[in-house]
């Protein structure tokens, strides 16, 4: 008991800035007491600021105060001494098991507060004074404290590792890099510290932009359930209201249709839930391995952030979309019309009811479709070899390569009469009628600035210069017009949308048909969205481009 007063009147009586029990104790303004010279010093340090704050309670004061001795806390001190008040440092300023010991230090070593990489020493508060006052040895390189500062000293010229080959994959001090390592490519360790360090700051915004969009979709499926709850439950309150007016004939059809409604909305809500939990199980594991790679990016020692930068783990790819698409949800309405139409009809099909039911409650699909694809690699899973249909090339352009470039030329060309071709517009449509899933890309040459990237119905009109004839300006095809900067125009029934993006001179073309998705792509090392669609296609699209200026080429790539 009387140790821990002890240590308790250490702890109460103690300078907050030195550790150590108060000498010649001195109040501030805000209450707080200090050593005279511990709370002067730290004063001198903010003289050039014009302003002095409280070490504690970070108060400020302006002009600098005239501090006064404390007589009561001194003769306090006084008689605490006495008592067994020692002016020792608390415990947590020694060193454990797993601190790194002062090397100067005899006895009870300090904490280490620094290390020298010259010195290959580690140094507590007091010993660490001559570096940071010595002119000679301000100079010297200081980081955390290290067991392991021997590691950074080259075995064979006994000089501190401060090249790095990325050659080998190693530390070098100078000296190995103008002899057994002067052939490899070898730079400053901080200039590949700094180099691996933007590495990591992007694949941690890679990470974080995937919690937030992973974090957005949890809160989209958890609406989704909600939506699914209500609208099972209003199914449910309908359907049991008709059936309770036929009375007895309808009392087991009621319970069947409810069990079937409960039991497809215990099916998808199941679904949902459990994606909800793998997105957030994605989540944790993502953040973790943000912690994980902030904890490296923070290691100051260039040698052990090196050493275990190859250790990382690769960022496994995301197992989710990036955007939860859901599907409307009408199904469990179409119960209630299909009950209400049992009436007048209950004896002759109510056998039959129960199949036609059973079928619309199953077709209930909150989930609409796969995931888009993300990668580049994704989208060529879905390639389509586009060809050009030569019935409808109009005659300034020219087809070439087996009918997958076009050239706009200045001479009229001499293709015969067909009603497929464009009279006027200079366009030119696919052999390939598009449905499904399908991918491709264009490649234009001679500048971006006259080339529409398009998708049409095959019922679009041909002859003419209406506007029924140009792709975009009609409800029969949409349009992505390229042109000169980093801006594009999207066209669909001559409404026009611009849009911003890098100036590609290839765009990708992805097409969901059935979910009603089209998207255009700027294609160069990564894949950047320009635009999507989300629409209702009813009948199947074909490829196409139109191709202004003499000289200009388009050409559908071959992509496997």
């Known amino acids: 008991m009387e140790q821990q007063e002890n240590e308790l009147d250490r702890e109460r009586f103690s300078c907050w800035i030195c550790v150590d029990p108060l000498k010649d104790p001195v109040t501030t303004v805000c209450g707080h007491s200090y050593c005279k010279s511990c709370i002067n010093t730290h004063w001198d340090k903010e003289e050039e600021r014009g302003s002095y704050s409280c070490p504690q309670c970070r108060q400020t004061f302006t002009p600098r105060p005239v501090l006064g ?11 605490l001494k006495k008592t067994g008040l020692q002016a020792a440092p608390a415990d947590h300023c020694y060193a454990g098991p797993v601190d790194v010991a002062c090397d100067v230090c005899t006895g009870k070593k300090r904490n280490a507060l620094k290390s020298c990489l ?22 010297r390189k200081l ?3 290290s067991e392991k500062l ?11 590792m401060e090249m790095f080959c990325r050659t080998d994959q190693q530390c070098i001090c100078y000296l190995c890099s103008v002899d057994e390592h002067k052939d490899d490519d070898t730079v400053s360790a901080a200039a590949e510290r700094t180099e ?23 809160k989209l499926l958890h609406q989704e359930e909600e939506a699914v709850n209500g609208s099972a439950d209003k199914a449910v309150e309908d359907s049991e209201e008709i059936f309770t007016e036929l009375i007895r004939l309808l009392e087991k059809r009621s319970s069947d249709v409810k069990q079937q409604i409960r039991s497809q909305q215990e099916t998808e809500v199941s679904r949902v839930r459990e994606l909800q939990e793998r997105l957030e199980q994605e989540i944790t594991e993502l953040q973790r391995k943000d912690h994980e790679l902030k904890q490296l990016s923070d290691t100051e020692d260039q040698h052990q952030f090196l050493y275990n930068y190859p250790s990382l783990s690769p960022l496994s790819g995301s197992t989710h979309s990036s955007s939860i698409r859901i599907r409307p949800l009408r199904d469990f309405e179409a119960v209630t019309a299909t009950v209400s139409q049992v009436r007048g009809r209950l004896q002759r099909i109510l056998s039959e009811t129960e199949t036609e039911i059973l079928q619309i409650v199953s077709q209930v699909d909150v989930l609409l479709r ?23 090339v109009n005659k300034y352009l020219l087809l070439s390569h087996g009918n997958r470039n076009v050239a706009c030329v200045r001479d009229g060309q001499s293709y015969s009469d067909h009603p497929d071709r464009f009279t006027y517009w200079p366009q030119v449509l696919s052999r390939e009628s598009l449905t499904g ?13 006259k080339v529409h990237v398009a998708v049409a119905y095959k019922n679009i009109s041909r002859a003419g210069n209406s506007v029924d004839c140009g792709f975009g300006w009609n409800d029969k095809s949409w349009s992505l017009y390229c042109y000169t900067g980093n801006s594009y125009d999207f066209s669909y029934n001559s409404i026009n949308t611009t849009v911003s993006g890098p100036r590609p001179s290839r765009v990708g073309v992805y097409l969901d048909h059935s979910a009603g998705v089209l998207s255009f792509y700027s294609v160069s090392d990564t894949m950047t969205l320009l635009h999507r669609v989300q629409t209702t296609f009813t009948q199947p699209l074909y490829a196409g481009v139109r191709v202004y200026g003499y000289g200009t080429t388009a050409e559908f790539c071959k992509l496997k």
């Open 69 to 79: 001795k404390n007589t009561m806390l001194a003769d306090l001190l006084e008689e």
């Open 370 to 392: 796969q995931p888009e694809p993300e990668t580049r690699a994704d989208f060529l899973k879905y390639s389509q070899e586009i060809t050009l249909d030569p019935h409808t």
């Open 118 to 139: 010259v010195c290959l020493a580690s140094y507590c508060e007091k010993h660490l004074q001559p570096h940071l006052q010595s002119a000679p040895l301000k100079k």
């Open 143 to 145: 980081l955390e404290p």
């Open 150 to 160: 021997q590691e950074n000293i080259c075995s064979r010229h006994n000089e501190v």
């Open 196 to 218: 691996r360090q933007r590495e990591l700051g992007l694949r941690r915004q890679t990470i974080q932009q995937r919690v937030q969009d992973t974090e957005k979709d949890v």
């Open 437 to 449: 899933r399908c991918y491709w890309e264009v490649e234009v040459n001679g500048g971006l600035a």
